[in-house]
């Protein structure tokens, strides 16, 4: 199953790629993750991207599609992947038909009052994990143990701008797809379980 994960920064497709990584035993493939490692391990593509991403802009779509081109072509890949963050734009959403079939898109709506919530309150680990501050009992991961921290791009008026960016190139992407007939609309506001819930009677 090819699936995407589509929707605002902090609508929670993260938190959700990783369950339904297990369920279905297919890779979780985050654009976004994969500049925090280039840039974490301070490689060529790490230092160009951290850029853009600082800003709350879009890295440029020719180097986000040589990240996705690559990793799809692992065999992990075969049995299908979880895009996560990735087509952020309709030309990267034409590249992606080229390179694979997409077999269904679930868009994660959410206003902007409860993303600003959610991404202020984050607090990241580099394993992976993601936790709101509200359910945190101290600085380290319930996962692993390794201190947590905020993700640069987590400041309110970098929040803001990531916004204005999704609302402007992503969004389109949405009816990309609703025109093909794969979109699948969530209401992601739901807490966790319940919108983990909701997909999986989908997917079955
Ligand atoms: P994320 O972790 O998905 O919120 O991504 C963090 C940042 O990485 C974004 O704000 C962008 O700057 C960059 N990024 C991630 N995925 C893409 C993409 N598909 N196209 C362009 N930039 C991306």
């Known amino acids: 199953m090819n ?20 369920r279905y035993g297919i890779p979780h493939i985050s ?3 994969a500049f925090r490692s280039n840039i974490a391990k301070g490689t060529e593509i790490g230092l160009y991207a951290k850029s853009f991403i600082d800003k709350g802009l879009l890295v440029p779509d020719e180097v986000v599609l040589k990240i996705v081109a690559a990793r799809l072509s692992e065999p992990d890949c075969e049995k299908g992947f979880i895009l996560d963050g990735f087509p952020r734009t309709v030309a990267q959403a034409e590249a992606l038909d080229k390179m694979t079939k997409v077999d269904c898109v679930i868009n994660f709506s959410v206003d902007r009052e409860t993303v600003m919530r959610r991404l202020t309150g984050r607090r990241s ?21 390794k201190k947590l921290y905020i993700r640069d791009d987590d400041k309110p008026e970098v929040i803001s701008e990531r916004l204005n960016v999704y609302e402007k190139t992503t969004a389109p992407v949405a009816e990309y797809y609703k025109a093909k007939g794969l979109l699948f609309e969530v209401d992601a506001s739901k807490e966790l379980d319940e919108v983990y819930d909701e997909i999986v009677k989908r997917l079955g």
Do not use: M, N
Not at 14 to 20: E, H, I, M, T, V
Not at 130 to 141: E, G, P, R
């Open 125 to 145: 680990c580099s394993c992976g994990g993601t936790f709101h501050i509200s359910k945190l009992t101290s600085d380290v991961c319930p996962i692993c143990g």
């Open 31 to 33: 654009t976004g993750d």
């Open 3 to 22: 699936l995407i994960l589509l929707g605002a920064p902090g609508a929670g497709k993260g938190s959700q790629a990783a369950r339904l990584k297990e």
